[in-house]
T-cell receptor, first 115, second 114 residues
Framework: DQQVKQNSPSLSVQEGRISILNCDYT??????FLWYKKYPAEGPTFLIS?????DKNEDGRFTVFLNKSAKHLSLHIVPSQPGDSAVYFC??????????????FGTGTRLTVIP | NAGVTQTPKFQVLKTGQSMTLQCAQD?????MYWYRQDPGMGLRLIYY???????DKGEVPNGYNVSRLNKREFSLRLESAAPSQTSVYFC?????????????FGPGTRLTVT
């Protein structure tokens, strides 16, 4: 059963406009959320994260918003650039007793930024 | 500093054959992970190793075994490959227990089982 869901498989945005990628989760025990970016034939690379004690985290053009009551987070990219075209994965985590920070991934959203 | 490296990059196996996927990291990370990515499924955790000497099952461990050879290396073995194991396999590592949630990924191994 998918605990982290990205319901939009794809998104197209004009260069310079805002990209909004959405993610929902079902497990209220998740305490950390991350966004990863993936180019073809490469591994995912970390983009930005947010702890469950915050509702917003910003890093340059990237901002992640967390709404715990709705179990929803979103990634905003402003302004969008053609180099942002990639697959974006939302991931969530909580600590097991062994301490490994296992990540639960969504299915990804393919962002295309049109020049 | 190469980060996380995986070998091979591509592999084709016949049903029933065995193989080992290799992963190494040079970042002195404690925890290492193996994921598989299938179309429309996102990444799913196969096995993980929280620290040297320990391994545990993830979400989809059936048909796989792992070995944490030392702190740097974490291998994934398919004893008898099946077509359902056709996938892209990613190895990842993370710095330390309880501190960082961020994982660093290798470039992946694309495996086809015919």
């Amino acid at each position: 059963d998918q605990q982290v869901k990205q319901n939009s498989p794809s998104l197209s945005v004009q260069e310079g406009r805002i990209s909004i990628l959405n993610c929902d989760y079902t497990n209220s025990m998740f305490d950390y959320f991350l966004w990863y970016k993936k180019y073809p034939a490469e591994g995912p690379t970390f983009l930005i994260s947010i702890s469950s004690i915050k509702d917003k985290n910003e890093d340059g053009r990237f901002t992640v918003f967390l709404n715990k009551s709705a179990k929803h987070l979103s990634l905003h990219i402003v302004p969008s650039q053609p180099g942002d075209s990639a697959v974006y994965f939302c991931a969530a985590s909580f600590l097991y007793q062994t301490g490994a920070n296992n990540l639960f991934f969504g299915t990804g959203t393919r962002l295309t930024v049109i020049p | 500093n190469a980060g996380v490296t995986q070998t091979p990059k591509f592999q084709v196996l016949k049903t029933g054959q065995s193989m080992t996927l290799q992963c190494a990291q040079d970042m002195n990370h404690n925890s290492m992970y193996w994921y598989r990515q299938d179309p429309g499924m996102g990444l799913r955790l196969i096995y993980y190793s929280a620290s040297e000497g320990t391994t545990d099952k993830g979400e989809v461990p059936n048909g796989y075994n792992v070995s944490r050879l030392n702190k740097r290396e974490f291998s994934l073995r398919l004893e008898s490959a099946a077509p359902s194991q056709t996938s892209v396999y990613f190895c990842a590592s993370s710095p330390a227990e309880y501190i960082s949630y961020e994982q660093y990924f290798g470039p992946g191994t694309r495996l086809t089982v015919t």
